[in-house]
T-cell receptor
Framework: GQNIDQPTEMTATEGAIVQINCTYQ??????LFWYQQHAGEAPTFLSY??LDGLEEKGRFSSFLSRSKGYSYLLLKELQMKDSASYLC??????????WGAGTKLIIKP | GAVVSQHPSRVICKSGTSVKIECRSL??????MFWYRQFPKQSLMLMAT?????????EQGVEKDKFLINHASLTLSTLTVTSAHPEDSSFYIC????????????FGPGTRLTVT
């Protein structure tokens, strides 16, 4: 079967670093996506990993370990505007995205 | 980058009426579009996958006769909520699959439907 799991909610402090983990199980895999969704808005694409390792993009980095079925999104130098839900999703063998429930990130001053 | 528009952004309708939501890919051709529904503080729920020129594939539990999907061109898909009920009130979001690898989905801004 297929499943994907991420924490429901996390809290972090402005200026700090936070890591949001995502674990998944699937027989067919075509990559792992991270999206950001602010309240009341549609998701926006953040990152994509298909090979093992770390992809860095400014303050955001995403890591993938295919053998462990594990990914994380790392956010550095947190800003208040980073308060949002972060959705991880893997693409299965049919190129369909299977979504996690999202992690609500709360940033405190 | 790829842009997807959605119209209307907000709609209020009376119970029993029908509402049509349009999803357009503005600068690329999308053979595959997706329709999602999201209730407050809940995750995205895929309703159906829409392929241009063919019938949509509905997820389990989604009534195809209630949520009519038409994907008549490579840039336009429509979702019609028929005989709307208050429990259909939700945030409806469409997305279009990218045209090259990694085939990420580009989301429209969403439509907030309120049925009174």
């Amino acid at each position: 079967g297929q499943n994907i799991d991420q924490p429901t909610e996390m809290t972090a402090t402005e200026g700090a670093i936070v890591q949001i983990n995502c674990t998944y199980q699937t027989s067919g895999f075509n990559g792992l996506f991270w999206y950001q969704q602010h309240a009341g808005e549609a998701p926006t694409f953040l990152s994509y990993n298909v090979l093992d390792g770390l992809e860095e993009k400014g303050r955001f980095s995403s890591f993938l370990s295919r053998s462990k079925g594990y990914s994380y999104l790392l956010l550095k130098e947190l800003q208040m505007k980073d308060s949002a839900s972060y959705l991880c999703a893997f693409m299965d063998s049919n190129y369909q995205l299977i979504w996690g429930a999202g992690t609500k990130l709360i940033i405190k001053p | 980058g790829a842009v997807v528009s959605q119209h209307p952004s907000r709609v209020i309708c009376k119970s029993g009426t029908s509402v049509k939501i349009e999803c357009r890919s503005l600068d690329f051709q999308a053979t595959t579009m997706f329709w999602y529904r999201q209730f407050p503080k809940q995750s995205l729920m895929l309703m159906a996958t829409s392929n241009e020129g063919s019938k949509a594939t509905y997820e389990q539990g989604v009534e195809k006769d209630k949520f009519l999907i038409n994907h008549a061109s490579l840039t336009l898909s429509t979702l019609t909520v028929t005989s709307a009920h208050p429990e259909d009130s939700s945030f409806y979001i469409c997305s279009a699959r990218g045209f090259r690898e990694p085939y990420e989905q580009y989301f429209g801004p969403g439509t907030r439907l309120t049925v009174t």
